[in-house]
């Protein structure tokens, strides 16, 4: 993840779509910004954002006047980057750039000043004079854009001569002078574009400012609608997340009048199992996890009551709804090539948070066991922090355990199938080596599936104990 933007990680996980297309954005340049914004793998500039994200929330519920007046103004910034481009390149700007860039440049003055009067330090919008003084030398804060006679003596004597030229009916010398005019106009425009190729530096890191309080506040917004939190940093390795959500699937749960269950875990450098039935939202929570730590280390707050984040280098995901066909890959050849990444990466002494979904669940059940319990021990061998799922038993692995609670012990008669979820509690318990509960049988049987068909299950699962007690 050298080179990781925030583009890359939208399309490797869902979550994070979902996460920044529920930004209240309100600049157009924005979004562009926010593509790009890099894989924070350092602390000190994770807790630069986490401490800009924590000044905005205050300004917002302290100065909410300010903010809305501010909110406004950045809703009427366009995307001028064109423009900006155009200028850094030493080329002459027309007249509808010259607009452009005056209009944006009012609006930075005006969030400029709105800024200083608040009491929070967000962001710090650079001087906004030394352009105006070039865009609106006679300070009418209009926004339209026009050469003014101040900028030129001679520019403005051929108009003059204009003027004299109509109210004497002198057509001929009129038609003469404009095209005189139209040239020096052209001479304005450079030199106007050469004053304006002298101020890029401070052209970009204004724009640059305006995007990113856009996004900062956005970001604000966000913490008080899905009610999210700014992590710690963590410095020992460990990362612990409390009450933990996933806000995609939390929203939809709401608006079927369900609540989402928070489930909290801690992370060091060791691998950890987790086991549970299979609608026990072991998927959901490895998907969650990465969430997590994708939004903190691009500065973003977190869906969770609290956090505290070690960074790591990569965030690598091996599930089986992202294998590659385009590949000509069957589902376990996809899965092998993506834990050979983790292994390779680790073996690199690389800090990965591993994050593995049923490991050979696709082949034979003796082998893929075999190859998921070897897996697990070489994670341990090589120190990586990693959350493993399987349904495998658990009692065979050797490592930091934990299984998925399940159902509630007391279950109503007459459960129906859209009911079921409100009796399991998906909470994370310590796995001390028990024999794993067999849940499947039970929702396969609320599940309205055949009852002579569960009878033998539960014969032959009785019997393969009798075998291994022998």
Known sequence: MRDLKLKHAIEELEGMRYMIECLPLQAAPTRRYLMALPWLTNAGAMELEFGRCRQAIGFMEEEADLAAAITLRLHQLRDIHGTLA???????????????????????????QLMQRSKKKVIDIPETYPVLQLLDPEATRVPTFYIYDCYDTLLAGLRQQVAVARREGRKDAEELLRDQILEREIVVRQRLGDDLHRQSQLLNSTMEALVLLDLVLAKAVLVQ????????????????????????????????????????????????????????????????????????????????????????????????????????????????KRLDAIIKAARKGHQVLALIDEPARTTNPDEGEALARALVELLSRLKVKSVVTTHYNGHRFKCRKMRVKGFCSELPQNLTPEAIGNFFDYTLEPDNDTLPRHDALLVASLLGLDEELIQLADQNLNNRKTEHTR
């Open 86 to 112: 155009h200028i850094a390149a030493g080329n002459t700007p027309d007249d509808i750039e010259l607009f452009e860039l005056k209009h944006a440049w009012l609006l930075a003055d005006d969030i400029r």
């Open 225 to 336: 609608q899905m009610d999210l939190s700014l992590p710690a940093i963590s410095r020992d390795g460990q990362t612990t997340l409390h009450q933990m959500f996933n806000p995609q699937i939390k929203a939809l749960l709401k608006e079927k009048g369900k609540a989402f269950q928070p489930v909290s875990i801690t992370l060091d450098s060791m691998p950890v199992l987790i086991t549970g039935a299979n609608m026990g939202g072991k998927s959901v929570l490895l998907k969650t996890i990465a969430l997590v730590q994708m939004l903190a280390q691009f500065g973003f707050p977190v869906p969770a009551l609290k956090a505290q984040i070690s960074p790591v280098k990569q965030v690598m995901i091996s599930s089986g709804d992202s294998q590659s066909l385009v590949l000509g890959l069957s589902s376990f050849g996809a899965e092998v």
